[in-house]
């Protein structure tokens, strides 16, 4: 199942993203196989996550989410379920 995800970094920064899988995409973060940014600021861990029907609707959720403001991703972490 597809899912977003928001990670915190090791420097406390928030990276976005989207998978099918959660745990082989944290462990791929982890390993410094997945991305640039994140290679930067290991160890990361998921602190947020939606599931998805499809990947396309994850996709179009990350991107929704890029676009806001680090306050308000910290208030949707707050408000919603964590991972």
Do not use: W
Request: charged share 35%; net charge positive; proline share 4%.
């Amino acid at each position: 199942m597809p899912y977003f995800y928001i990670a915190r970094c090791a420097d406390d920064s928030l990276y976005s993203g989207a998978c099918n899988d959660l745990e082989e995409r944290e462990n791929k973060h982890n390993s410094g196989k997945g991305a640039k940014y994140t290679r930067a600021r290991l160890p990361i861990k998921f602190v947020y996550s939606e599931e998805f029907p499809t990947l396309s609707e994850a996709l179009k959720r990350e991107a929704q989410v890029k676009k806001l403001k680090r306050v308000d991703k910290e208030k949707l972490l707050d408000g919603k379920h964590s991972s």
